[in-house]
């Protein structure tokens, strides 16, 4: 009876994972907003057709005017904000189910992977943005679900050309949903050069590049018409790269801050700052409570610097499928991580996209770590122990701060 109970719990580890987080992740929701979210609820409520049409996040405002008409149909007679915030739970459950078939390409199942998978459920991005109204949680989850594509692209021994277009799909409707992933599409063609014959690559850049135009291409013209009156290129460009002027002056690497807001940006994107705060904002004198914040800042950065350290020292220990697989992640990461930088190095939100990647990285850097250190006498599970901690402190930190 309780061997089969067990059986039971391993077969299922990963649903009742997820059912784990999502009680979390429910069980933190609250009425307390950020600013991008009522500007977004409030465009959905009060403003004219042209305001749900925001270049950077195109599909966001208009999808998500349609879902609160679904709610008014059933009778629903509040703003705008409870909706967008169940939609962003919706949201958080993709990125879980998404992150998990990544997760099983690159990881084997088994105790590692199970840490490996509550480390990404508790940091601080999909846990936070599950609860809030805003776009954030979908960057995040179109970004896994290119991720994946990618991934299982280098891993299938013949890949058909029906990836090639959900690739396109996927990236096309990420772009609508947050304009930045549009990066990823020169990603995914030359992935579809590099492993395809040279009779086949143009067929496969055709099924790729078909619903870029028709999805992203097409509502780009027809919208910006809309809230332009005009089809003159300057002006339908203008109002596409609005975001960028909007925030000119806040891109582009600078030698002195650069370190220090990258450093920023990947901390907050794992831990919430709020416990920090009153120490140094509002003049709070250190106190324990300072020092636990600090200690889990530290503990947290530690563990992923020695994950992402362990993965370079054992790089050659990795099977030659698992390297491809590896490389495939790494290499999308980069991408994103070199525009995060460039962007908003110290913007939570445009780390969405790196968190994925940074933690499978850690995973498996640190599945094999006791093999690699033997000699010092570490135990042959001192990787999945640290794994362990990573989440077990990111749950703490997540939960004292964010």
Not at 5 to 19: A, C, M
Not at 117 to 125: D, E, K, N
Not at 273 to 290: E, I, R, V
Request: hydrophobic share 50%.
């Amino acid at each position: 009876m309780v061997q089969s109970i067990v059986q039971g719990i391993k077969r299922h580890d990963f649903l009742l994972l997820t059912i784990l987080m999502m009680t979390l992740y429910i069980s933190t929701f609250s009425g307390v907003s950020s600013v991008d979210a009522y500007y977004y609820y409030n465009n959905i409520d009060n403003g004219p057709f042209s305001y749900l049409c925001h270049p950077h996040h195109l599909a966001y405002l208009l999808v998500g005017k349609g879902w609160v008409l679904s709610w008014q149909a059933l009778g629903f007679s509040g703003t705008a904000l409870l909706p967008l915030k169940v939609m962003s739970l919706l949201g958080a459950l993709g990125i879980l189910i998404a992150f998990r078939k990544t997760l099983l390409l690159v990881l084997p199942r088994g105790p590692a992977a199970r840490f490996t998978f509550l480390a990404m459920g508790c940091s601080y991005l999909p846990w936070h943005y599950s609860t809030e109204g805003e776009p954030v949680i979908f960057f995040q989850f179109f970004s896994i679900w290119i991720l994946y594509l990618l991934v299982r692209w280098y891993c299938e021994p013949e890949p058909s050309a029906g990836l090639a277009w959900k690739m396109g799909v996927v990236v096309s409707l990420g772009t609508l949903f947050h304009q930045a992933l549009i990066f990823a599409a020169p990603l995914c063609a030359l992935a579809l050069i590099h492993r395809s014959d040279q009779s086949k690559r143009l067929p496969l850049l055709v099924k790729f590049l078909v619903p870029v135009f028709f999805l992203v291409a097409i509502p780009y013209l027809v919208l910006g018409y809309v809230v332009t009156h005009s089809f003159n290129p300057g002006d339908l460009i203008a109002w596409a790269t609005g975001y960028l002027e909007e925030f000119s002056g806040t891109y582009g690497w600078n030698a002195s801050e650069g370190p220090k807001l990258v450093l920023r940006g990947v901390a907050s994107a794992f831990l919430g700052g709020t416990a920090l705060k009153p120490y140094f904002y509002g003049g709070l004198a250190h106190d324990f409570q300072f020092y636990l914040s600090v200690a889990i800042q530290l503990l947290t950065m530690g563990m992923l610097a020695t994950g992402i350290l362990s993965f370079f020292l054992r790089w050659r220990s990795f099977e030659p499928l698992q390297k491809k697989k590896l490389m495939v992640v790494g290499i999308f990461t980069l991408v994103f991580i070199t525009a995060a930088i460039y962007w908003q190095p110290d913007n939570r939100k445009f780390w969405s996209p790196n968190v994925p990647g940074l933690i499978l990285l850690t995973g498996s850097g640190l599945v094999g770590l006791g093999n690699i250190t033997r000699k010092r006498h570490f135990p042959p599970r001192f990787g999945e122990s640290i794994l362990a901690g990573l989440f077990l402190v990111l749950l703490v930190g997540n939960l004292q701060g964010g």
